[in-house]
Nanobody, 121 residues
Framework: QVQLVESGGGLVQAGGSLRLSCAAS????????MGWFRQAPGKEREFVAA?????YYADSVKGRFTISRDNTKNTVTLQMNSLKPEDTAVYYC?????????????????WGQGTQVTVSS
């Protein structure tokens, strides 16, 4: 079992920045693929970014968001810059074993409770 706890969401104006963090426990963190997903009201959960030894991003956030991990602190971070109103969503941290950079929510086994990000125009 893996437990994930997100933090760092909030309200920000368009063009601003937020930093999300996810703390993991219960399994060797370095063996996990970590992902960030988001879900806006009335929409399906969508992939944002994933990291193992390398990172992969959705086209909608490429160049604005950066995912990173600290295997000594068992944390994964999503730095979000140049935020847009369409980035407004609940952001979820996800984890699974393996080495590929999975982009489908059904491919992840463990999920955090989510943190709200609201970008005002």
């Amino acid at each position: 079992q893996v437990q994930l706890v997100e933090s760092g969401g909030g309200l920000v104006q368009a063009g601003g920045s937020l930093r999300l963090s996810c703390a993991a426990s219960g399994r060797t963190f370095s063996s996990l693929v970590m992902g960030w997903f988001r879900q806006a009201p009335g929409k399906e959960r969508e992939f944002v970014a994933a990291i193992r030894w390398s990172a992969y991003y959705a086209d909608s956030v490429k160049g604005r968001f950066t995912i990173s991990r600290d295997n000594t602190k068992n944390t994964v971070t999503l730095q979000m810059n140049s935020l847009k109103p369409e980035d407004t969503a609940v952001y979820y941290c996800a984890a699974r074993g393996g080495s590929s950079l999975y982009t489908l929510s059904a491919q992840y086994d463990y999920w955090g409770q989510g943190t709200q990000v609201t970008v005002s125009s």
